[in-house]
């Protein structure tokens, strides 16, 4: 069956873009209602693993099992590697030992690593069997490196040649090896220890003459990476550097993997993912497919943060519950400030958190970031505090009210976007995730800040 590695699948039709067609996903489950694998084959045959992964994590669980069950041996090992891991458990349970063995051969090693470093032991040994034996000894020191290192992340499958060959020898040699890796991009240079010198394309190879020595044809940028550095540090410096493939090199120094574009962008993708996750207090790894318990359980402790930092702004306001009773016009604009104050933080604390996961947020310049932030705070406090200091004047007749109301704006979006900026920073010099912790923090002091400044003022002008 072809997974689309050769085509998209331009003759299935799509209902926007790159997304699944409805009709043709009723097609492919009335095919699986009536039982019928030939129909159901031929729907499916052109469709793209990330695009079958795509419908498996749509569909329910009864529907999902019976279309693996009636695949049968079509399925592909790719489908396993595009899959959610919220669901992968699942349809590998479901195949027969028999396909997941023959879909597992097919994978790189590093696809086979991702797949098995979250399953449980008896799944892991399952695809762990199915592997050749050359193969399996690859995963296994593999997946003794640390996780979410390089270790784990780089595939075994190398294409190496001693600094000494001309392009002729390369040449040579790729043309009579029968265990090329199925992509790649550089041949690494390697000195007779086996450490990597440098890399070269495989566009230079291909476009000069035999006789050249291949180390006159070395890349210009050239980065190693250590087996234990962090997977974000590797997404990094591809980013950074714009590369391609890296050779990935033991405690010794010796080569002992590549890692390639794919996996590193792979890599940057859930970065982000977990970052606005983590920002929305709903965990870094939810997921559509995860059911209520798991979700409700990922959820909770933050909403219970929540309700603190709500109780917090609750006794602020019963401070003032005199002035709220004699102006009641006070409890119609207390949420305007509050709510003003926690969408500008929220705004600062986003740029923030993402900066500083590209790194582009720094000691150096971290303080300019800052005056930034609160210089944009005063400016929207300004110009809303004049918009809503008339919307006070007119709607309750009272210009006290209205430059109450427009001071208590102008202070809370200053503090909202220094505390937007500020408390991520200090978060991360702690050791805590900003990402994870900085939004219950940020909208605590914007609420506090806003009913203290806007009820304080009011106390001190109105009474």
């Given at each position: 069956?072809?997974?689309?590695?050769?085509?998209?699948?331009?003759?299935?039709?799509?209902?926007?873009?790159?997304?699944?067609?409805?009709?043709?996903?009723?097609?492919?489950?009335?095919?699986?209602?009536?039982?019928?694998?030939?129909?159901?084959?031929?729907l499916m045959e052109d469709l793209h693993a990330a695009d079958i992964a795509d419908l498996l994590e749509q569909i329910n669980s009864y529907d999902r099992t019976r279309l693996i069950r009636l695949f049968g041996r079509e399925f592909d090992g790719e489908i396993l590697s595009e899959l959610d891991e919220s669901i992968r458990e699942e349809v590998i349970a479901t195949l027969n030992p028999t396909v997941l063995a023959d879909a597992v051969r097919e994978l790189e090693t590093d696809d086979v690593v991702d797949?098995?470093?979250?399953?449980?032991?008896?799944?892991?040994?399952?695809?762990?069997?199915?592997?050749e034996d050359s193969d399996r000894v690859a995963v296994?020191?593999?997946?003794?490196?640390?996780?979410?290192?390089?270790?784990?992340?780089?595939?075994?499958?190398?294409?190496?040649?001693?600094?000494?060959?001309?392009?002729?020898?390369?040449?040579?040699?790729?043309?009579?090896?029968?265990?090329?890796?199925?992509?790649?991009?550089?041949?690494?240079?390697?000195?007779?220890?086996l450490r990597p010198i440098g890399n070269v394309t495989l566009g230079r190879i291909m476009g000069t003459k035999r006789e050249v020595p291949l180390t006159d044809l070395l890349e210009e940028t050239f980065q190693v990476i250590p087996a234990d550095q962090d997977e974000e540090d590797v997404a990094y410096a591809f980013n950074q550097y714009h590369l391609i493939?890296?050779?990935?090199?033991?405690?010794?120094?010796?080569?002992?993997?590549?890692?390639?574009?794919?996996?590193?962008?792979?890599?940057?993708?859930?970065?982000?993912?977990?970052?606005?996750?983590?920002?929305?207090?709903?965990?870094?790894e939810s997921s559509l497919a995860d059911r209520v318990i798991e979700t409700t359980k990922r959820r909770f402790p933050w909403l219970a943060v929540n309700l603190v930092t709500a109780v917090l702004a609750s006794l602020v306001i019963a401070q003032f519950e005199a002035t709220i009773a004699q102006f009641v016009a006070l409890a119609v604009l207390m949420p305007i400030v509050a709510s003003m104050g926690g969408n500008a933080g929220t705004q600062s604390l986003t740029v923030a958190v993402r900066a500083m996961?590209?790194?582009?947020?720094?000691?150096?310049?971290?303080?300019?970031?800052?005056?930034?932030?609160?210089?944009?705070?005063?400016?929207?406090?300004?110009?809303f505090a004049v918009v809503m200091g008339v919307v006070g004047v007119i709607w309750f007749g009272s210009p006290s009210l209205g430059g109450v109301l427009a001071a208590a704006m102008v202070i809370n979006l200053v503090v909202a976007g220094l505390a937007g900026t500020v408390i991520p920073v200090l978060l991360e010099k702690m050791g805590v995730d900003p990402a994870l912790a900085s939004g219950a923090f940020v909208t605590t002091v914007t609420d506090v800040v806003g009913f203290f400044a806007f009820l304080g003022l009011a106390a001190w002008v109105l009474l």
């Open positions: 069956m072809s997974t689309g590695n050769d085509t998209l699948g331009s003759d299935q039709p799509k209902d926007e873009g790159y997304d699944l067609d409805r009709r043709l996903v009723a097609g492919i489950l009335f095919a699986v209602d009536r039982d019928d694998k030939a129909a159901l084959t031929t797949l098995v470093e979250d399953l449980e032991e008896p799944q892991q040994e399952a695809i762990l069997e199915a592997l296994e020191q593999s997946l003794s490196y640390p996780e979410n290192s390089a270790g784990r992340l780089m595939q075994r499958e190398v294409v190496m040649a001693p600094e000494h060959w001309n392009v002729g020898q390369a040449i040579d040699y790729m043309r009579e090896s029968e265990d090329l890796p199925e992509q790649f991009y550089h041949m690494v240079l390697v000195d007779p220890r493939s890296a050779p990935v090199v033991d405690g010794d120094g010796r080569l002992a993997g590549v890692i390639t574009i794919d996996d590193a962008m792979a890599v940057l993708d859930e970065e982000h993912e977990e970052d606005i996750l983590r920002l929305a207090g709903v965990g870094d996961a590209t790194r582009d947020l720094t000691g150096s310049n971290v303080w300019r970031v800052i005056r930034r932030e609160v210089l944009v705070g005063l400016v929207n406090g300004v110009i």
